[in-house]
């Protein structure tokens, strides 16, 4: 692709690495064919290669108008059309400075501006969104549809456990423990909230295998709403308070693992966000190069694990920012069925469920026709429970789910 952007731009990091990713892109069209918001919308500049023109023509002229701000707004960021892409354009970087760029370029309406600046304040604050988590909950009935269908329910796992005939490690006689080894693990901001017997799930398979798990008391969020927000800078700033509060550890643990992919994908990607900022580039690669997603660490821990639950056949949803964005594919899938558990058929398992971090507020149409579609497609084989690896998958997907809808980690035992 040919590209004009200013001199001004060109001598910047960012624009120079917006002008590499735009001349890498030949202008296929095959991300089309997997991006969700085109297969839905039908429309060029709903898919990757027209946004990629809307960001192009954004950054040469430095001008813009609300529609270019609507169709980078209705981006998921699911970064299929990286899977896709032929030619290995980074649309998931290009975005990030498009987004930023249309922050300072088009101001929002006040009412928008306010919906933003409320989920910037409150999601990434484990108190306040603990406070106010509480009261949607126990106000839920007075709230309007939309806001109703925001506000995580909690359910208690209705499922039977399993016995000890479900633990095919048991049976051979050949359980293996894995040793001595040491890991910090990252708490996240709404998942210790919302879903806080995942991480209580890690630790008990880990701690039952000599692993020691380490958590960092001053842990902040890791950066990725603001970052997909279009707040660049306060982003790295609130990476850098996250990374100062791991610093500590980094020398005495083997891996920074994350249970949450939303969470893992921005982490891994310290190296890159902070590699123009001096003084933190050297430990936001030393992250970069420690953390594991949680599927990867136990995969090559090399240990069997059992069924938690008596059900067998389980719907695997697999996040975005889990296949797409850390490229993480088939760790969870082999764990589970190892442990004794039938993954039904699933259609088209490299589609988004709508949720998308803050996707399912802001753009609440096409969040929930993309659960609709989701939903269809996990329960098309009658699975008796569908797994994810995200938290904002498994609340947006049980929101309107029939079965049970689970972190993978909390089947095994």
């Known amino acids: 692709m040919r590209t004009e952007l200013p001199v001004t731009l060109l001598e910047t990091p960012d624009g120079r690495r917006a002008d590499a990713i735009l001349r890498s892109c030949v202008h296929c069209g095959f991300c089309n064919?997997?991006?969700?918001?085109?297969?839905?919308?039908?429309?060029?500049?709903?898919?990757?290669?027209?946004?990629?023109?809307?960001?192009?023509?954004?950054?040469?002229?430095?001008?813009?108008?609300?529609?270019?701000?609507?169709?980078?707004?209705?981006?998921?960021?699911?970064?299929?059309?990286?899977?896709?892409?032929?030619?290995?354009?980074?649309?998931?970087?290009?975005?990030?400075?498009?987004?930023?760029?249309?922050?300072?370029?088009?101001?929002?309406?006040?009412?928008?501006?306010?919906?933003?600046?409320?989920?910037?304040?409150?999601?990434?604050?484990?108190?306040?969104?603990?406070?106010?988590?509480?009261?949607g909950r126990?106000?839920?009935?007075?709230?309007?549809?939309?806001?109703?269908?925001?506000?995580?329910?909690?359910?208690?796992?209705?499922?039977?456990?399993a016995g000890k005939d479900a633990d095919p490690s048991a049976q051979a006689g050949n359980a293996r423990t894995a040793g001595h080894g040491r890991i910090l693990l990252l708490e996240g901001c709404v998942q210790r909230v919302a879903t806080p017997d995942v991480n209580a799930a890690l630790r008990r398979l880990l701690t039952g295998r000599g692993i020691e798990v380490l958590s960092a008391r001053e842990e902040a969020c890791c950066g990725s709403l603001d970052l997909h927000l279009g707040h660049d800078e306060e982003a790295r700033a609130v990476m850098i308070r996250n990374l100062e509060a791991l610093a500590p550890l980094l020398d005495r643990v083997d891996a920074v693992v994350s249970t949450a992919s939303g969470c893992g994908v921005t982490v891994k990607d310290y190296g890159r966000l902070l590699a123009h900022v001096p003084?933190?580039?050297?430990?936001?690669?030393?992250?970069?190069?420690?953390?594991?997603?949680?599927?990867?660490?136990?995969?090559?821990?090399?240990?069997?694990?059992?069924?938690?639950?008596?059900?067998?056949?389980?719907?695997?949803?697999?996040?975005?920012?889990?296949?797409?964005g850390q490229r993480v594919t088939g760790r969870v899938e082999a764990l589970l069925q190892a442990a004794g558990y039938t993954l039904v058929p699933v259609r088209d398992p490299h589609l988004c469920c709508g949720s998308a971090g803050t996707y399912s507020i802001l753009e609440p149409a096409l969040s929930k026709r993309l659960r609709e579609a989701r939903l269809a497609a996990l329960g098309a084989h009658s699975p008796e429970v569908i797994a994810t690896a995200n938290v904002g998958c498994q609340l947006h997907l049980a929101a309107a789910a029939g079965v049970p809808v689970v972190h993978w980690l909390q089947l095994l035992r």
């Open 279 to 324: 003084a933190y580039a050297g430990r936001a690669r030393q992250v970069s190069a420690l953390a594991r997603d949680v599927a990867e660490y136990l995969a090559d821990l090399g240990v069997e694990w059992s069924r938690e639950f008596a059900c067998e056949r389980v719907a695997w949803h697999a996040p975005c920012t889990l296949q797409h």
């Open 138 to 161: 126990a106000f839920r009935w007075l709230l309007p549809a939309r806001l109703r269908g925001q506000v995580p329910v909690w359910r208690a796992l209705r499922l039977p456990r």
């Open 33 to 135: 064919a997997t991006c969700p918001t085109y297969l839905l919308q039908g429309d060029e500049l709903d898919g990757p290669r027209g946004r990629i023109y809307l960001i192009k023509d954004l950054l040469e002229t430095g001008t813009a108008d609300t529609v270019t701000q609507t169709h980078l707004d209705r981006c998921l960021t699911c970064r299929s059309c990286e899977s896709t892409c032929p030619s290995g354009v980074a649309y998931g970087e290009l975005l990030e400075i498009g987004r930023a760029t249309m922050a300072r370029v088009v101001p929002r309406p006040p009412l928008e501006r306010a919906i933003r600046r409320g989920l910037r304040a409150v999601v990434p604050r484990p108190g306040r969104f603990r406070a106010l988590l509480v009261l």
